[in-house]
């Protein structure tokens, strides 16, 4: 038999796949270390009211919700009606509201209160 010949193409191709082998197992030992760290949860949380109310005009109501679909990290006590923020940052909260009885020039105003 005789030799073969080994191109300088065959070489490169040899040096790309090592060094990515080698950023395989770089970035699966990273994975690795990452697994190893626990994060704690966001605070994510979704309660509603599943009854009807009845507000009296020029009346704060204070609402009560009645139902916790979810709280990640228990942070909404359904008894007092609070959410504690457990770390400073920015806070969504979306309301929705929906009234049966609404007469021509009536205004809503919603608040949200903090202590």
């Known amino acids: ?14 040096i790309v796949a090592l060094l ?5 197992v770089y970035s699966l030992y990273n994975y690795q270390q990452l697994v190893g760290q626990v994060e704690s949860p966001k605070p994510l ?3 509603f009211v599943d009854t009807s109310y009845s507000m009296l005009d020029t009346v704060w109501v204070k609402i009560d919700f009645d139902v916790l679909d979810y709280d990640v990290s228990g ?4 008894t007092t009606d609070r959410f504690i923020c457990p770390t400073g940052g920015y806070y969504l909260i979306s309301v929705m509201l929906t009234f049966s009885d609404m007469q021509d020039g009536e205004t809503i105003r919603v608040g949200v209160f903090s202590e």
């Not at 038999?1 to 040899?14: A, D, E, P, T």
């Not at 942070?75 to 359904?78: A, S, V, Y």
């Open 1 to 14: 038999m005789g030799k073969k010949k080994v191109s300088i193409f065959s070489v490169l191709l040899f």
């Open 20 to 24: 990515g082998l080698g950023t395989g």
């Open 45 to 47: 949380t979704r309660a």
């Open 75 to 78: 942070d909404f006590n359904l």
